[in-house]
């Protein structure tokens, strides 16, 4: 066996073991394969890996050609000659005897930085291969060779654990006592994020350890091109310093295309097309080049491109910066950004509450950093009307999300600067700055700002403005317990929109009425108004607005001791909730859902609840509810047995009462004071003052890091560790990996999370049968080469290569592996003993359709069948809940199952039995005559035998 030419490195390699396995792969599949990356990105290193890791299986040898030092394409063919040991002659030209050597047997030639010599490397390869039939080669390089056959390997930044090693390896060089501890384990963490995860980057940044610390290194790297200098003496010396390896790769541009990256700086974040074409007007650059520059640019490795429902490119911090510093500030592009994104703020502002709602909060999110900067140039130059259109833009984005903070501070930022605006702009931000300060608990500032605004308003003779001032002056009332006044404004409010005919903003102030007369506990007044408002919503379709009137509807209901029904109006305001990501909905549907789980005894269930609602009032910025969460935290801890958290928690929420200035609702008091008495009398008066003082005396941080994770105390039993691998296909199909969510940028682009899905689904698979099922238009080439791309991205994303298996030409997902997956859990619980634990829990699991987010006859096959078990499992667990004599939580059940599937008529009959052992027999004669309209409208029959005469037995019973 040769031996090859494999340079040997000091310096260890860290980490990149998928990447290696997934290489090794095709290598074995492929013989062109391209690995492609910034300068720095460690393409080289992982070059060196992959031959070492791979020399066994060449016995013509595994053979390394560095290329960087050639400035001419001649030159190629004779650095292949002299690393092969090959000599030409003049009876025995280069080009055939270097083919002959490459044709010895299997034989890796390993090209190693072409991006300067692509064209010459592209013919070379293609020759090569063709007259070499045992010959791979593996190129490294900054652009595509576009070559025949060529498989591309985009080499990814290193992950956070492989690039926080990285660095503590090189430190140690300079340093040997180097350690990542707990003191400066966040500073390393966050010079590893600031690079981007750039080994080369990286590696200078820890070079400096010898003289400063990590926080001080993360400090200086805002200037990052100066810090990072001084590397390796046998580098070329441009893999010293990332200014030179960016020196290099920039040279290799043309004209155009260093226009283009130029232009691309004001862009912090992620950008689609559209945004570079906005900012390419005025540069010289014609509109139908901007794409193809744009390619060239993500070809190279300078532009980095995420596959999503549409396109989003980025640029690494680190040449960003390097664009900024060397190529020179473009204040033409800066304006041009800042005009493109205050057309997008003012785009979301005009229909963020209308039928598209959900694409623009998606756009809202997708575009947060670039409106960012878009608002800071204009603060920057002083252009008031410019920073408060995308403020103004924004804040109800910002408000239907529950991000109540930077909401508020981005309208504050741009009231704060001087220059001229239209008068009903700046009342509009006015406005908006006012009902974050309200939901933030700055009663003060809010007043002044509303008060201001509706003055500005009334000057104008703007009466719209006028009514959204009085709607949030309502609000104000509400909070401060002053209900006669919330309730007087609140009806003025309606009547001028009723008025003006603006039904959309009608349906607003319908709502926000029903939940002022829902907390002065005026609950028949507030049911008529929710029942109205979701009657206005249903016509706009607005998601949001009918997610927040099922929460307010479910909280009438809770509060009037209709739990199954508050049940089933809390699980619809909370689907749409998490569906729309509507954090202000979610909170206070998750927070009215505790109180529910409380009075019913599920004390773990009220407690998770509650936790995740004050988890999303603090990081929004939405303190109003926040005491309420507190008090009913502590009903569901003093009732857990720990009544000592529970008189702290309620000490804490009083104070916040008294400082914020905002009373218990009216409808809440006698929940807050039947907890209060059952805390005192558990700990004794003495004791409970004390607790309770220790609550008022500590920070809300401070409590709210005392609390645990949940109530439940087992007794003490060896507890396994979590699997590494967490796979839910309930709802939207999702996986975990080691805690952290896999998202948009894990999985590159949807396909590579539905062959998992379907993988789980088989045993094992012939890569025909996949084909059929999530390519069914593709031909054979197009087959191959998407779905060995799409298998390679999906092994990537879940972190190990061994995760799918190939075994006789059969794909399978590894289940040897540690890994849970709620879909088989759900299965193996149903299809065991029908207990009513167990099938609560089947109940549980099913959070949604199976993999609600695909599409194609496998997925619906699937989902059909576990519906069905869904459906059985709610109808014998209601009928085990009958038995038990708990009639309403069989109700709420039959009701899940009737949500799930309106024409299941058992669900409607056992319901409508339900109520009458609840000794509601009008509510169960009512129920029939839905179902006999529901059937009629939907398949043109009527009810079963035994639906009728169920029915007939309860008209014949005396009474009503």
Not at 148 to 161: D, H, K, Q, R
Request: proline share 4%; net charge negative; charged share 20%.
């Amino acid at each position: 066996m040769a031996d090859g030419s494999l340079p040997v490195r000091l310096s260890s390699f860290v980490g990149r073991e998928n990447e290696l396995g997934e290489l090794e792969r095709l290598v074995s599949a492929a013989r062109l394969v391209t690995l492609i990356g910034p300068g720095g990105s460690g393409k080289s290193r992982l070059g060196l890996a992959l031959g070492r890791r791979v020399q066994p299986r060449f016995a013509g040898g595994v053979w390394w050609v560095a290329l960087a030092h050639l400035n001419d394409p001649t030159g190629v063919l004779p650095a292949i000659a002299e690393t092969l040991h090959v000599r030409s002659t003049p009876t025995a030209p280069l080009l055939p005897a270097i083919e002959r050597r490459l044709s010895s047997g299997p034989t890796l030639l390993v090209l190693d930085n072409c991006e300067h010599l692509v064209d010459a490397i592209a013919d070379l390869a293609a020759t090569l291969l063709t007259n070499c039939p045992e010959l791979c080669i593996v190129a490294t390089s900054q652009a595509v060779l576009n070559a025949e056959g060529e498989v591309m390997f985009a080499v990814p930044s290193l992950p956070s654990p492989d690039a926080v090693q990285l660095y503590a390896d090189r430190a140690r060089q300079a340093r040997h006592d180097f350690v990542v501890d707990a003191a400066n384990a966040e500073d390393v963490l966050r010079i590893c994020q600031q690079l981007d995860g750039i080994p080369l980057a990286i590696e200078l940044a820890a070079a400096w350890s010898a003289l400063m610390t990590p926080a001080e290194v993360a400090t200086k790297l805002a200037n990052p091109l100066a810090v990072l200098v001084g590397g390796d003496r046998q580098s070329l010396p441009r893999h010293r310093a990332m200014q030179a390896a960016l020196d290099w790769s920039v040279s290799l541009l043309s004209e155009p295309e260093r226009q283009l990256l130029r232009r691309l700086a004001p862009f912090p974040g992620t950008f689609d097309l559209a945004a570079v074409e906005a900012v390419s007007a005025e540069s010289g650059v014609a509109s139908g080049e901007v794409l193809r520059l744009l390619s060239s640019l993500v070809n190279r490795s300078l532009v980095l491109v995420t596959q999503g429902a549409t396109a989003r490119y980025r640029l690494l911090q680190v040449v960003r910066q390097f664009v900024v510093s060397e190529l020179g500030e473009d204040e033409a592009a800066a304006r041009l950004h800042a005009d493109w994104f205050l057309s997008v703020a003012m785009r979301i502002g005009d229909g963020v509450d209308g039928s598209q709602q959900e694409e623009l909060l998606r756009l809202f999110d997708e575009e947060r950093g670039n409106l960012r900067a878009a608002l800071t140039w204009c603060e920057a130059n002083g252009l008031a009307e410019g920073a408060l259109h995308i403020a103004v833009g924004c804040w109800w984005a910002y408000y239907l999300q529950g991000w109540f903070s930077e909401g508020r501070d981005w309208l504050e930022s741009a009231l704060a600067i001087e220059g001229s605006a239209p008068t009903e702009l700046r009342a509009r931000a006015l406005m908006g700055a006012a009902s974050m300060a309200h939901l933030q608990g700055d009663e003060d500032a809010s007043e002044t700002w509303l008060q201001a605004g509706l003055a500005a308003y009334q000057a104008e003779g703007d009466r719209t403005g006028v009514g959204i001032e009085l709607n949030w002056l309502g609000g104000v009332a509400m909070r401060r317990g002053d209900y006669a006044e919330a309730r007087r404004l609140g009806e003025e409010t309606v009547a001028l929109w009723e008025e003006l005919g603006d039904e959309s903003r009608a349906a607003r102030a319908v709502d926000y009425l029903c939940m002022r007369e829902l907390l002065a506990g005026e609950l028949s007044r507030a049911s008529e108004l929710g029942l109205q408002a979701y009657e206005l919503h249903e016509r706009s379709g607005n998601a949001e607005a009918l997610a927040w009137t099922a929460v307010l509807r479910g909280g009438i209901a809770l509060y009037s001791g209709d739990v199954g029904l508050a049940g089933s109006f809390f699980a619809d305001g909370l689907r749409t909730a998490r569906a729309g990501a509507y954090r202000n909905v979610l909170a206070w549907g998750l927070q009215l859902r505790g109180v529910l789980a409380l009075r019913s005894g599920r004390f773990d269930e009220a407690w998770r609840d509650l936790s995740e609602a004050l988890r999303l009032c603090l990081e929004g910025g939405n303190r109003w509810r926040v005491p309420t969460v507190l008090e009913t935290l502590a009903g569901a801890a003093v009732e857990s047995s720990d009544a000592k958290l529970a008189a702290r928690l309620l000490g804490c929420a009083g104070q916040l009462h008294e400082s914020w200035g905002w009373p218990v609702p009216a409808v809440e008091r006698p929940d807050v004071e039947r907890i209060t008495a059952s805390v005192r009398q558990a700990l004794g008066p003495s004791v409970f003052a004390g607790e309770w003082e220790l609550g008022e005396l500590r920070s809300l941080d401070e409590l709210v890091a005392e609390l645990p994770a949940s109530l439940r105390r087992p007794a003490p039993v060896a507890v396994a560790e979590p699997a590494p691998l967490v796979l839910l296909g309930f709802g939207a199909s999702a996986a975990r990996r080691d805690g952290a969510l896999l998202g948009p940028a894990d999985w590159g682009y949807a396909k590579p999370r539905e062959l998992l899905f379907f993988l789980l689904g088989e045993e094992s698979a012939h890569k025909d049968t996949i084909g059929a099922a999530l390519w069914p238009e593709a031909s054979t080439l197009v087959l191959r080469n998407s779905f060995h791309t799409c298998l390679h991205q999906l092994r990537r994303a879940l972190g190990r290569t061994d995760w799918i298996l190939f075994r006789k030409g059969r794909y399978a997902f590894n289940r040897s592996l540690a890994y849970s997956f709620d879909v088989e859990r759900f299965a193996s619980v149903v299809g065991g003993p029908r207990t009513a634990l167990a099938l609560a829990e089947a109940v549980e699991l099913y959070r949604g359709d199976y993999c609600a987010d695909l599409s194609g006859a496998w997925v619906d096959t699937r989902r059909s069948s576990l519906q069905q078990s869904y459906e059985r499992a709610l109808l014998d667990l209601a009928g085990l809940r009958t038995g038990e004599g708990s009639h309403a939580a069989a109700a709420e059940l039959y009701l899940r199952a009737i949500e799930h599937d309106p024409l299941l008529e058992p669900a409607h009959r056992e319901l409508m039995a339900s109520y009458v052992r609840m000794g509601d027999r009008g509510r169960a004669l009512r129920h029939y005559q839905t179902l006999s309209t529901l059937l009629a409208d939907e398949l043109g029959v009527g009810p079963s035998a035994e639906t009728v005469a169920l029915h007939a037995a309860l008209i014949r019973e005396p009474g009503d």
